[in-house]
């Protein structure tokens, strides 16, 4: 299996889309910010996977030529157990490899799983059919590119999605002795490579943490799965974005925004749409 390598000759928008009639996500490309050589590995742990021959897993591709990967998985992978580190060379730029979860339930899933390479790498995390019965049992596809570790943060602002009954986060430490705080409440201290689950059921969260973490948030419409790796308040926000639309189904925006500029968007060119 080859990576896709995408240039341009100015500044784009990118993604990925799975764009079949069933179990279809985004897959958001970070460019530049996508490359590095230490990823923590941020799964939900709450929804199986409902195809033995889908579970959930990652990718990691190449950018030069003989990269080598070690890989620690906290959950065991096919054909390489929990705990036990595991190294892989890819040969070429484009080469990639391809980790499964040995099984389909939730506890199976590898959260916080380590991926370190001696040269720049990008990671996708994949979670295919995942289904709660405490969502209403539907099944979907969750996935994104990631980023490493260094471009991690210590502050979120999280806004929920419309999944029934309500949102949850996966914050998961990369450093020992980290403090997560909701709201200014703490709610959890990890160790690296631990996470905590966070029911996220208001309207929206300030999180702050003692050491940079990686927070995946599982949201949706009514019971159909989506999942995003979050950016930290640092890195991210700019005064223009670009989507394309590849279906006619429902579309909502969540916008984080300062107080007072509600009311200074354009859509389209066209004032007080938003």
Known sequence: MKGLFLQSTTNISAYYEVGQT?????????????????????????ANNSYGASPSGFDVVAT????????????????????VSFQVTLPEAGSTYSARAAG????????GTTVTADKPVAVTLHDDSAN????????????????PDELLGTEHIVVAGYLSPHDRLQILATEDGTSVFVDGAQVAT???GESHEHIFNTPSAYIETTAPVAIWQSTGFGCEFGGALLPH?????????VFVRSTGETMRFNIIVPAGAE????FNGQAGVL
């Open 233 to 241: 308040v640092e890195c991210t926000g700019s005064r223009s974005a």
């Open 132 to 147: 709660s019965s405490f969502f209403g049992g539907c099944s979907d596809l969750m996935g994104d590119q990631l980023v």
């Open 64 to 83: 030069e030529a003989n990269t080598v990967l070690t890989i620690t998985p906290s959950q065991d992978l096919v054909g390489h157990p929990a705990g």
């Open 263 to 266: 009311d200074d968007f354009l």
């Open 22 to 46: 069933f179990n279809t996500d985004i897959f958001a490309l970070k460019g530049d910010n996508a490359l590095g050589t230490s990823f923590h590995l941020p799964f939900q742990s709450f």
């Open 190 to 192: 990890l160790q690296e």
């Open 104 to 111: 389909t339930a939730a506890g199976a899933h590898p959260v």
